[in-house]
């Protein structure tokens, strides 16, 4: 599996963005995909994941209610759709493929992508 993000940008506080990310490779049935965010000088912070197969999702705590995860099977894509964005969001987010189920754990992801900066100004 190889995947690609993006979709980061500049965006003012309050405002949104809906991150992409784009899976190629064998079949993402047995993964969990995963977004995590690293600011400068920290470590990869685990953002939200979704079973790719039955679809079920979690949040970080600083997350919830704000940022949504979802994924279409057709397009083998994950999209993170971020609204409510605080200057404490700036970040690299990167996606992940884990074949253990609902990890939150960094060290458990094998697969990632590039990551793609989002900026948010207050």
């Known amino acids: 599996v190889q995947l690609q993000a993006s979709g980061g940008g500049l965006v003012q506080a309050g405002g949104s963005l809906r991150l992409s990310c784009s899976a190629s490779g064998r079949t993402l049935f047995s993964y969990t995909l995963g977004w995590f965010r690293q600011a400068p000088g920290k470590e990869h912070e685990f953002v939200a994941a979704?079973?790719?197969?039955?679809?079920?999702?979690d949040y970080a705590d600083s997350v919830k209610g704000r940022f949504t995860i979802s994924r279409d099977s057709a397009k083998s894509t994950v999209y993170l759709q971020m609204a409510g964005l605080k200057p404490e969001d700036t970040a690299a987010y990167y996606c992940a493929a884990s074949r253990i189920d609902y990890t939150k754990r960094a060290s458990e992801y094998d697969i990632w992508g590039r990551g793609t900066q989002v900026t948010v100004s207050s």
């Open positions: 979704i079973r790719w197969s039955g679809g079920r999702t």
